[in-house]
Nanobody
Framework: QVQLVESGGGLVQAGGSLRLSCAVS????????MGWFRQAPGKERAFVAA????????SYADSVKGRFTISRDNAKNTVLLQMSSLKTEDTAIYYC??????????????????WGQGTQVTVSS
């Protein structure tokens, strides 16, 4: 069973930056796509970014393109989300996600097998 533990959330002013980290254990990591999703109050969980097992392919939601960067360190079993030029609308709980199928990039919630517990990101104006 895979375990995902997010860290790095917090309170930041609009225009600022944060880096989220997801520590992965319990499965072979280097051949699995991974993703980040977020859920704002009163809204459904939504795709943010995803990366392939070796990091050669990425995918982003239109709302974060050019501002967020997903990366991974397979030696440390870690997935990172660098967030820059943050906006108040980026406020949400951010979740790390592992897919059912290792070879895919998880871009929808029904592709996700395992979720982390989430980390709160709050962007103030």
């Amino acid at each position: 069973q895979v375990q995902l533990v997010e860290s790095g959330g917090g309170l930041v002013q609009a225009g600022g930056s944060l880096r989220l980290s997801c520590a992965v254990s319990g499965r072979t990591f280097g051949d699995s796509g991974m993703g980040w999703f977020r859920q704002a109050p009163g809204k459904e969980r939504a795709f943010v970014a995803a990366i392939s097992g070796v990091g050669d392919r990425t995918s982003y939601a239109d709302s974060v393109k050019g501002r967020f960067t997903i990366s991974r360190d397979n030696a440390k079993n870690t997935v990172l989300l660098q967030m820059s030029s943050l906006k108040t609308e980026d406020t949400a709980i951010y979740y790390c996600a592992a897919p059912f199928l290792r070879g895919v990039l998880p871009t929808t919630t029904d592709m996700v097998r395992s979720w982390g517990q989430g980390t709160q990101v709050t962007v103030s104006s």
